[in-house]
């Protein structure tokens, strides 16, 4: 007889299954166990207690399914004790001796298939049209800050019927888990509306009979150890209890964010004290208090929108990987934006502890960012190269735009006594790339680089800026924060925070070394195009 195995969970993680709403909605920050001890519950639950239902998993894109959400999910399913191809098999028909779903899928390539024939539709917003004539008893929205929500509330949420006439008497049929971090754009926002639809009083009574149940239970195992006979009047209370605990559950909304003050018990006082005075406010402000902000409009970047952000993936590539793919066959072969018979031109920024490389390829009026690279502290420049060669190793033509400004020449603090641009060109060379090295001259004033990007993105220039959203997050992150101040020779980005020491709250990713990486490409294509691109006019985009 196996032993019955503690497990531990935290304020979020148990007051999300204990009070089991239809609809909850957690907001928090990494590191908090959304997908192990919420996420994997919660299917857990559905599929157990729901016998032959489906259900679907919502991710932002196919990409971030199989590389984040799925891979994260079925390793929670792992330590719940669910081995794969022997509780459930993933993108494939189930194999004999599994029941089959009550309602069976068109197709089994996107579907988690347990032996009971619960299942599981993956559904990915970039891939239109997978919420087709589905019957769903449940939702899973995974990353929501990039869920499309018109998208899903015309797809989606309508299918969302379930099958009453098996599973209405359960208050999680149509239930729906929501999970996110804080978002940074308003598009992003829209869960966070759920908040208002919460009933604090419905909440608090759930937890109240909650609590009295699990008294009550307790009441009569106590009674059993003792041997007192345990009526039929006593079944029926608890019954009755249940009854009332699944109604309210039922139409329940709950929703929490957790900010580090949520933990103050345990962090002390005097922590948060110390963590407002070591960070800037915009990072105490979301990493700490977990709160909303968006693009910056007295930021350094002040012109940019969610507009300028786009996913573009090559799903047949993506298909070819199947569910149990090799991580390092995850390369620019699945980037569809990024023409392998042109060059890639680069830009980048050198630092001690962290140093930077951003990709692009202008198309038409677009500087596509097709991706962005980083290491730090003892991995310097030229692995920040290798990570980029190992990358693009599927690149027809290895042939590589390199954009530097006199901060490249003279000086080495990241790499040996040779500068910068010998070292970068000798590290591409040596890993079978060709280099075009483009001198943009004197480093760009920050007011005039603060004018023609913002000019960029508003479209008055001959290339507009876009971004790889899933290929770019943490300088997105980074450009998003970038503050703005006026100096004494008109507009500044404000650097100030690039030399404090890294820490939990205050990553060095999402610094401006990476916004300066962008700026140097982008200047580089807008105003020293090569040849093998496309020259057009500059009356401006559209």
Known sequence: MSKEKLVYFNDPQRLTQLIGANISVIVAGRRTGKTDSIAAPFLLRNVQRMIGSTGGIVVPTYKHGLTNTIPGLLAALKRWGYIKDVHYVIGKQPPRGFRRPIIEPASYEHVITFYNGSCAIIISQDRPGLSNSLTLSWLLIDEAKFIDYNRLKEETLPANGGIKTHFGMHSFNHSILILSDMPQTKKGSWFLHYKDKMDTELIDTIKALVYEIWCYKRQLSEMKRSGKPITKWYIDKLKEMDKHLNQLRSVAVYYKEYSSIENLQLLGENYIKQMKRDLTPLTFQTSILCQRIGIRKDGFYSSMREKHKYVDSDFDYLDSLGWDYNPEAMDSRADRDCNPDLPLCVGMDYNANINWIVCAQPKDRRLNILKSFFTK?????????????????????????????????????????????????ERFERNGWEVIDVYLGAPMKHSEKYLLINQGFAGRNTLMPFFNRQNNDDLLLAIQAAGVYRGSLGFKKNKSGEKDPETEENLLEHRTDGTDAFDTVYIGCEKFPQDDFTTISMNGVG
């Open 377 to 425: 502290f003892e991995r310097k420049m030229p692995e920040c190269i290798d990570d980029f060669c190992l990358y693009y190793q599927h690149h027809r033509r290895k042939v590589v735009v390199y954009y530097y400004d006199a901060t490249a020449l003279g000086s080495n603090y990241a790499v040996n006594e040779k500068d910068f641009h010998f070292v970068v060109k």
